[in-house]
């Protein structure tokens, strides 16, 4: 398996693969768990429960001492989005994202809004797509009226992401192999829906182990229950980081 690349560089360290999704109900809870995990992962995200219980702080806490995926998933008018867009990018976070069916012209605000915001000198954060929620299935897709796969769908919107200028999307691991022949090697994939070996589902339903998702053509990999509510979420991290320099 060769190595990812993305707008970042290569990615050659497992621990620039992982991203530990902070989902706790305070900030005290998410920094115990960033605390934990201290030199052993690189990246966090912080996403609607965090975000919404404990606001910009939870940002400016993790991004001293890691990367921060802001994942709050936009999806409103451009102009909203654009202006969510550039306040993400004053707060300092690395990588964030949009939901691909607000449409090409939302993705489109988005990205320039990044770049717009960034201050001189500073790199944009980098803006993806959220493509499928990992936790839909075919009859998630009937009730709100989708017609076609999740494989399917999930794939139109990636195409729709990369054509509107975004650098990459989230997408569930079964889709990673054919959004990467579709959409190319410097388009980045995030996953979710990981579950390694022995770990229970949770709410999610299309997942796959680590070593399979990079396998796949993941580059990075979106892990929160398995290892935040591990009884060791340092060594359930370190578990996931040893599968994934497996898979390369
Ligand atoms: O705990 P678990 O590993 O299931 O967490 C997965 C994380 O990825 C959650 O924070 C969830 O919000 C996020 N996510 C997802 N599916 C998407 C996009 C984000 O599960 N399509």
Do not use: Y
């Not at 290569?10 to 920094?31: G, K, Q």
């Not at 139109?156 to 975004?166: V, Y």
Request: hydrophobic share 50%.
């Amino acid at each position: 398996m060769k190595h990812a690349a993305s707008e970042a560089g290569p990615l050659r360290d497992p621990r620039d693969r992982l991203i530990i999704a902070l989902d706790t109900p305070s900030l005290d809870e998410a920094r115990e768990i960033a605390g934990r995990l201290h030199g052993a992962v690189r990246w966090f995200k912080v996403g609607p429960q965090l975000f919404t219980a404990s606001g910009p702080a939870a940002v400016t806490a993790l991004r001293g001492s890691a990367r921060v995926f802001l994942d709050l998933k936009f999806h409103d008018i451009p102009a909203t989005v654009a202006g969510a867009v550039a306040a993400a990018t004053r707060l300092g976070v690395d990588l964030l994202n949009v939901h691909a069916l607000g449409g090409r012209p939302m993705l489109t605000a988005a990205r320039d809004a990044a770049e717009r915001a960034a201050s001189a000198g500073s790199r944009p954060p980098m803006v993806i797509a959220v493509t499928l929620l990992t936790s839909g299935d075919s009859s998630a897709m009937r009730d709100a009226g989708i017609s076609g796969t999740p494989e399917g769908v999930a794939l139109r919107l990636a195409k729709l992401a990369q054509a509107a200028g975004l650098q990459g999307v989230v997408a569930s691991p079964l889709d990673a192999a054919a959004i990467r022949s579709a959409c190319g090697p410097g388009f980045l994939i995030v996953c979710p829906g990981i579950r390694p070996a022995g770990a229970g589902q949770d709410d999610q339903r299309r997942v796959l182990a680590p070593r399979e998702a990079i396998a796949a053509g993941a580059d990075m990999l979106v892990v929160g229950r398995p290892v935040t509510r591990a009884p060791d979420p340092r060594r359930a991290a370190e578990e996931v980081l040893r599968e994934i320099a497996l898979a390369e």
